[in-house]
């Protein structure tokens, strides 16, 4: 599978959840990419911009949607990583905030 396939059917499964990729396309690729190649690595599509385990149960909460997803596009508008936004980022044109961590200190790992 190639990015450009992954955002294809990621986008068709998310919009209609009421989520929008971020309008940064190079970002948002190189997330998409990041994506494929934990897939590769570990069997799932973990967080790109988390440490990930190797371990799948113990990554389910940063399997791609994570699980702070939700929280963090209401919230702030954006998910950690960036790659998901609310429809009124793109609309808006949301300034760059950080969306701080919710993955509990116990499973980040270093």
Do not use: H
């Not at 389910?60 to 954006?78: L, M, N, Q």
Request: glycine content about 6%; aromatic content about 12%; overall charge negative.
């Amino acid at each position: 599978m190639t990015a450009q396939q992954l955002y294809e059917m990621l986008r068709k499964i998310q919009e209609p959840l009421g989520y929008s990729f971020s309008p940064n396309r190079e970002m948002v690729f190189d997330l998409l990419d990041g994506l494929l190649t934990n897939r590769e690595r570990y069997g799932y599509m973990c967080c790109p911009c988390r440490l990930a385990s190797g371990d799948r149960e113990w990554d389910r909460d940063i399997t791609c949607p994570c699980a702070y997803r939700a929280e963090d596009v209401r919230e702030y508008g954006r998910c950690f990583c960036g790659l998901y936004v609310s429809p009124s980022w793109n609309e808006d044109g949301a300034e760059n905030i950080t969306v701080p961590e919710r993955r509990p200190p116990e499973k980040i790992r270093y």
